[in-house]
């Protein structure tokens, strides 16, 4: 079922892999600290301004072996509304790929972006700034989710998102 924004719901968040990873993540360097920080802050504070939403490719992401704090990382998501990775969305990564929106063989990436795309959300929420919340990709995405006939949502990191003063 497709979700799009209401004015009487909280606008909707699609909420991508790295965005739990930096929550759980450790490790000490200054940017992953940052991301931390700013993850948590806007966790603690700012997500009851919105409807979150996972998909089950986060779960699998979430599963692989070599993910770090993997049972803290799962516990986040539990609260989450999940979609289903279906059909549809799978033709839509295959698209992606086709005009070189995403890289081809590896579908993560492009299937968080279908997922929020098909779903209507009204944001998608990374740190993946190579591929996602990228400036430079925002006008390749927008003109084939066009073309395709899909919403884009808004795509950004955490320290973008604050809800009211969106």
């Not at 924004?5 to 990873?21: D, L, R």
């Not at 931390?36 to 992401?61: G, H, K, P, Q, Y």
Request: charged letters at 20%; hydrophobic letters at 45%.
């Amino acid at each position: 079922m497709a979700i799009g924004y209401n004015t009487a719901m909280k606008p909707t968040v699609y909420v991508e892999t790295s965005v739990i990873g930096a929550m759980v993540d450790r490790r000490d360097d200054p940017i992953t600290q940052a991301q931390r920080t700013f993850t948590l802050d806007w966790w603690e504070n700012r997500r009851d301004n919105f409807a979150l939403f996972i998909s089950d490719a986060v779960i699998v992401e979430l599963n692989r072996s070599a993910f770090p704090h993997q049972d803290e990382a799962l516990a986040l998501v539990g609260e989450m509304t999940m979609f289903a990775v279906t059909p549809e969305i799978i033709r839509v990564v295959h698209e992606y790929q086709a005009h070189l929106v995403m890289p081809q063989g590896s579908m993560g990436d492009a299937t968080h972006l279908a997922v929020a795309s098909v779903n209507k959300m009204d944001y998608l929420l990374t740190w993946n700034c190579r591929h996602l919340a990228n400036p430079n990709k925002v006008r390749h995405i927008e003109t084939i989710n066009k073309q395709l006939g899909l919403h884009t949502p808004v795509l950004l990191t955490p320290e973008m998102l604050w809800g009211n003063e969106v």
